[in-house]
């Protein structure tokens, strides 16, 4: 691994699997393997891996992510430094790639999902999980509130880091929702769905398409 380094990950990467599982009341794990479950067999791509918290119930993996504090601490075996938006791995060379939590934090959505439609076998598909905010304004008003007080207080008190854990709180702002961000890309949103408090979490499904038979 090289020295590649975040500020933000790098500086919260020892608590970050407790304040997930605090923030998240013991649910991120649920919410990642909804996604699991619509990934085929194979080797799976973990994009910003992050820690290595999701179960692969047995896939092959290789984790990614730029971050090498977060990576030293990932079980996986197969872990290479790198960013979604250069993914370093040949064209069609794997059978699914899995993404949690991280699509806020690329520097470009549009790069990655190219790269992702690169890497991915014909016929395969990638399943991105994150967070957004809810979809009714009124909804969105209470969770921005709620985010704004709630995520900076258990940043400080549980890793010392309110600055990093504001980010987050900005972060849920800086995309459109995934009803509409992931359109007008090779890969293909088959479905998305909702999960948690307010339906802030979400899922899509993206499929490669298969090569069209010769006629
Ligand atoms: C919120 S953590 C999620 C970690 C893990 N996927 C999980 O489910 O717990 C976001 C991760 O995305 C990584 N990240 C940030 N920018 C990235 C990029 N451009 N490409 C890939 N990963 C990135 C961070 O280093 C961090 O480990």
């Not at 691994?1 to 605090?22: H, K």
């Not at 250069?86 to 934090?105: C, E, H, T, Y």
């Not at 987050?168 to 948690?196: C, F, K, N, Q, V």
Request: charged share 25%; net charge neutral; with cysteine.
């Amino acid at each position: 691994m090289s020295e590649v380094s975040d500020p933000i990950f790098a500086r919260i990467a020892a608590r970050y699997d407790l304040i997930n599982r605090i923030l998240s009341l013991g649910q991120e794990k649920r919410w990642r393997s909804r996604g699991i479950e619509m990934l085929g067999r194979g080797t799976v791509l973990d994009l910003g891996c992050g820690t290595g918290a999701t179960d692969f119930e047995g896939r092959v993996v290789v984790g990614l992510d730029p971050v090498i504090e977060m990576l030293a601490m990932s079980p996986v075996r197969d872990r290479v430094v790198g960013t979604g938006e250069a993914l370093p791995f040949q064209d069609a060379s794997l059978d699914a790639v899995f993404s949690g939590f991280v699509f806020r934090n690329l520097s470009s959505i549009d790069e990655t999902l190219a790269e992702v439609d690169r890497v991915l076998k014909p016929g395969s598909s990638a399943v991105v999980v994150d967070l957004a905010r809810p979809r009714s304004g009124v909804l969105r008003m209470v969770h921005r509130l709620g985010t704004a007080v709630l995520l900076p207080l258990v940043g400080l008190l549980f890793a010392g880091a309110p600055r990093e854990y504001w980010y987050l709180h900005r972060s849920l702002d800086s995309l459109p929702p995934p009803e509409t961000l992931y359109l007008g890309h090779a890969l293909i949103p088959e479905h998305i769905w909702r999960m948690g408090p307010f339906g802030f979490v979400y899922g899509v499904w993206l499929r490669k398409p298969d090569i069209e038979p010769k006629t």
